[in-house]
Nanobody
Framework: QVQFVESGGGLVQPGGSLRLSCTAS????????MGWFRQAPGKERDFVAG????????YYDDSVTGRFTISRDNSKNSLYLQMNDLKPDDTAVYYC??????????????WGQGTQVIVSS
């Protein structure tokens, strides 16, 4: 069973940046696609970005294309999400997970606690 620990969230003004990190334990994920998801208050959890096992292929939801960058460091069993030009609509709890696909949300493992991102002036 893999466990995820997300970090790096916080309160940021519109236009600001944050870098989220996700560290996995319990299983090596170097051969697994991964993704970032987010859940805004009162809404379902949505797929935000995906990355293939070696980091060579990525996908972004239209809402974050050009602003967010997903990356991974397999030597650290970690996943990252660089978020720039943040908007109030980006406010959500962000989660990482293994994902069956690169360009479609199909999470495989159990969820971690997530990290809260609040974009507000």
């Amino acid at each position: 069973q893999v466990q995820f620990v997300e970090s790096g969230g916080g309160l940021v003004q519109p236009g600001g940046s944050l870098r989220l990190s996700c560290t996995a334990s319990g299983r090596t994920l170097s051969m697994t696609n991964m993704g970032w998801f987010r859940q805004a208050p009162g809404k379902e959890r949505d797929f935000v970005a995906g990355i293939n096992y070696n980091g060579q292929s990525t996908y972004y939801d239209d809402s974050v294309t050009g602003r967010f960058t997903i990356s991974r460091d397999n030597s650290k069993n970690s996943l990252y999400l660089q978020m720039n030009d943040l908007k109030p609509d980006d406010t959500a709890v962000y989660y990482c997970n293994t994902n069956e696909y690169i360009n479609f949300g199909a999470p495989i493992d159990s969820w971690g606690q997530g990290t809260q991102v609040i974009v507000s002036s």
